[in-house]
């Protein structure tokens, strides 16, 4: 009897700790757990990159396959570490990373400077990973996960396209089982960063980009035009920052080159994030405000409106006329960034 007792007891307390565990899961409505959504993120590793990819590793709604890596803000070895560093930094250590192009898709490199500092993380003395980088290239990564989970993958491409150029050269049909795609890249509609019309996630690599827009794959873009003052990371933002610590302290120190070139060339210390409020973009619930379907045109001529993407967009007329029975992206026009700043450290925080 004393036996069956213990039994029961030992039975009972299973099932409380079983139901205590499904109560901790994402439900949706209908009462069945949800499955994550398995992302790809694919960056080129600067400060705003890693803001992005630390918000990514705090969203339990996300299951991270890898982070794929490419050379654009700094170089591709630097980059890799970087990512390294940052997901260390997450205690997600064990997320795979993989590396990429190391050059645009032509070959030919287009000179630019880097805002973030030699480093991409403000020279602060930041990267010193334990870890190393798989032996499995970025686009044999890409192209193998899409394969083993068709439908079901998001790519995040937070740099220039070269690595997802290079998957769609190589096989076109099995980029086509892509779920979505999510680009932070063109200057949406303002300005651009790297010239008057170009921002630099295109320039670096316009045919990269223009192959990826010919694809014709499930795309959103984030424009550069997303990231306005209410996004910036100001100096009083930074210090709460800092005081925070972890994840919120690695970032607020990785924007410091960021901030002080802004103070040389705008007269104010400030660092602009478009990667983190691109990828609030994706993961946050009610973040997006608007977005309009529009049919994506890449500009490759070596002229001055090198790199320009315009967007001829669905129910507006033009006067020539410009009708386009495709319309191969979603532009994001309108965010509630005015709580980025808020909500990023509070994600951040997370990461303790």
């Known amino acids: 009897m004393k036996k069956t007792i213990t039994t029961l007891l030992l039975i009972c307390l299973t099932a409380l700790v079983v139901s205590s565990y499904v109560g901790c899961l994402p439900v949706e409505g ?95 003395n930041l990267i010193h990973p334990s870890g190393k980088a798989s032996d499995v290239s970025a686009v044999d990564f890409i192209l193998n996960t899409l394969k083993e989970y068709p439908g079901e993958v998001e790519i995040v491409c937070l740099a220039p396209a070269t690595n997802l150029a290079e998957c769609i050269r190589r096989d076109a049909e099995t980029m086509k089982l892509v779920k979505h795609i999510w680009s932070m890249g063109t200057a949406g509609l303002g300005p651009g960063n790297a010239t008057p019309v170009a921002e630099f996630n295109v320039y670096k690599d316009v045919d990269a980009y223009k192959i990826l827009l010919d694809a014709e794959l499930p795309m959103t873009i984030i424009g550069l035009d997303m990231d306005s003052e209410e996004t910036y990371l ?50 946050w619930e009610n973040f997006v405000k608007s977005s309009v379907n529009t049919h994506a045109v890449c500009i490759t001529d070596s002229d001055k409106c090198y790199g320009q993407v315009i967007f001829y967009r669905e129910k507006v007329l033009y006067d020539t006329m410009v009708f386009h029975e495709n319309y191969n992206t979603v532009l994001i026009t309108d965010a509630d960034r005015i709580n980025f700043t808020d909500r990023m450290i509070k994600e951040l925080n997370k990461l303790k």
Request: hydrophobic residues 45%.
């Open 30 to 124: 209908g009462g069945k757990i949800a499955e994550k959504r398995k992302l790809i993120i694919d960056v080129d590793m600067a400060a705003d990159d890693a803001t992005a990819l630390l918000l990514a590793a705090a969203d339990e709604s996300v299951e991270i396959l890898g982070v794929t890596v490419a050379a654009g803000n700094v170089s591709l070895n630097q980059a890799v570490k970087n990512t390294l560093m940052t997901l260390e930094i997450a205690g997600k250590s064990k997320i795979p990373v993989f590396q990429g192009a190391e050059t645009p898709i032509n070959g030919v490199e287009k000179p630019t400077f880097s805002v973030f500092g030699e480093d991409g993380m403000g020279d602060m």
């Open 234 to 283: 100001t100096e009083q933002v930074v210090e709460k920052m800092k005081k925070t610590g972890g994840a919120n302290e690695f970032i607020a120190k990785a924007f410091q080159k960021l901030a002080e070139n802004n103070l040389k060339t705008c007269g104010y210390a400030f660092g602009d994030c478009p990667d983190g409020v691109a990828m609030a973009c994706v993961l």
